[in-house]
């Protein structure tokens, strides 16, 4: 028997086209924003009141009060997909975010927006040839949709240096996922399972941050976030359907698995040093305890046909991210030249899985980020920014595809005075 796997090259409309969305609730999506992404996701010790941090609630306390700060973010991608000898392409473009964030009490900051969550995108055939005959099996395999957060949030400096912060998010989204077989082989039927589910739940986050003045020009920002983790009391169906092949009679059988998805208790830590108003540099580790979910897996082989959708155990793993990024402006003074108030950063991260694939491990993620924030500047505006940044992320585990993706994002920050009042001479 001999097997290959192919890929498709055509665009799709899905925020990733990688087959290991497949797995767990999809692959997990990079919630930062523009400013962050270039730096690899830095976030959690970020405090900055010129932009919106999501990541960190407890950042929202540090916008003053004569700003409003809009932020939309968008990203187009390209993915080499390489099994053995084989090399494929595949590219996509979405629309990622938008986040606002403004001061509503003294030391009380505000925010609400949209950010993804997880997302599934993916289709690719494997033929397996019977023996050493012509014959072949195809099993088809494709996915798509994801799920998203819609939040509200607050942060509060509750005493001088220390501030808290909290994210409420609405979660909401679906995702259908398809395997097909089908064989030359006009005798032998044809077998489709569809598996779907949908959720709609919420997502709650707690950050804190302390920030202490270390010399007239360095500033240390510690920072931690804490993710509530609970079962999101949605269910999961698997739909069998096996079309006869010589009377077309279509059989159906559909399970369902209650409680079947969950979101894990998570926490991280950062800190940076900002340096002269010029210089951020800092790290970032977030742990996120998958490994204690139950996951439904498709039991297709058990004798009892009751038994054949059920919540299992050790499927999913617990999942460690290490961030280190920086950003560097020359001269952030207004009058300065242009090229010198323009922000230079970089970042790199790593993940490891949070799923395994048949009791193998599945890919790790490297990334490795360089962007810039470009400040725009005219007669009524000089304080918001565009943020590009490119991204290239491996991901790999031994015996599976790996995938080299390059990635551009583009943000849109805009920071206004919308609350100072005028003044007539």
């Given at each position: 028997m001999a097997a290959v796997t192919v890929f498709p090259a055509q665009a799709q409309v899905s925020r990733t086209l990688s087959p290991y969305s497949q797995f767990g609730i999809g692959r997990l999506a990079d919630q930062s924003t523009g400013f962050s992404k270039g730096m690899g996701g830095l976030a959690i010790g970020l405090r900055d009141g010129k932009v919106a941090n999501v990541l960190n609630p407890a950042s929202y306390s540090s916008v003053d009060s004569l700003t409003f700060i809009f932020d939309m973010g968008a990203s187009a991608q390209i993915t080499n997909f390489k099994e053995g000898s084989q090399r494929v392409n595949g590219n996509t473009g979405s629309f990622d975010y938008g986040v606002a964030t403004f001061r509503v009490l003294p030391k009380v900051g505000f925010a609400?927006?949209?950010?993804?969550?997880?997302?599934?995108?993916?289709?690719?055939?494997?033929?397996?040839?019977?023996?050493?005959?012509?014959?072949?099996v195809n099993e088809i395999h494709s996915g798509s949709g994801g799920f998203n957060q819609a939040f509200i949030g607050a942060g509060w400096e509750f005493a001088k240096g220390f501030s808290v912060g909290l994210n409420f998010a609405y979660l909401w989204g679906s995702t259908e996922r398809l395997v097909s077989l089908i064989s030359n082989d006009t005798y032998v039927n044809t077998q489709t399972k569809i598996y779907t589910t949908s959720v709609s739940s919420y997502k709650l986050d707690f950050g804190f941050q302390w920030q202490k003045a270390l010399s007239a020009k360095e500033v240390l920002t510690v920072g931690a976030t804490l993710g509530v983790g609970h079962n999101l009391g949605n269910e999961a169906s698997l739909i069998n359907s096996i079309t006869d092949s010589q009377t077309g009679t279509?059989?159906?059988?559909?399970?369902?698995?209650?409680?079947?998805?969950?979101?894990?208790?998570?926490?991280?830590?950062?800190?940076?040093?900002?340096?002269?108003?010029r210089l951020i540099v800092g790290a970032d580790y977030i742990f996120e305890r998958w490994g204690s979910l139950d996951y439904p897996v498709d039991n297709t082989a058990a004798a009892v046909k009751s038994m054949r959708y059920t919540m299992q155990p050790g499927v999913l793993e617990n999942r460690h991210k290490f961030v280190v990024g920086a950003d560097w402006i020359p001269n952030p003074e207004y009058h300065s030249k242009f090229f010198s108030r323009i922000h230079y950063r970089g970042g790199v991260s790593y993940a490891t899985p949070y799923y395994n694939i048949q009791g193998t491990d599945g890919p790790k993620e490297i990334t490795v980020s360089a962007g810039v924030g470009i400040p725009l500047i005219n007669s009524w505006n000089n304080r918001s920014t565009l943020n590009v940044s490119a991204q290239w992320t491996h991901t790999t585990a031994p015996g599976f595809i790996s995938e080299n993706t390059f990635r551009i994002n583009i943000g849109l920050t805009f920071n206004e005075r919308w609350f100072a009042k005028w003044k007539v001479d």
């Open positions: 609400f927006g949209v950010v993804p969550l997880a997302n599934v995108g993916y289709n690719y055939y494997k033929a397996d040839y019977i023996g050493g005959s012509s014959d072949y279509v059989t159906n059988d559909t399970l369902q698995v209650g409680d079947a998805y969950g979101l894990p208790l998570s926490f991280g830590v950062g800190a940076t040093l900002h340096h002269n108003k």
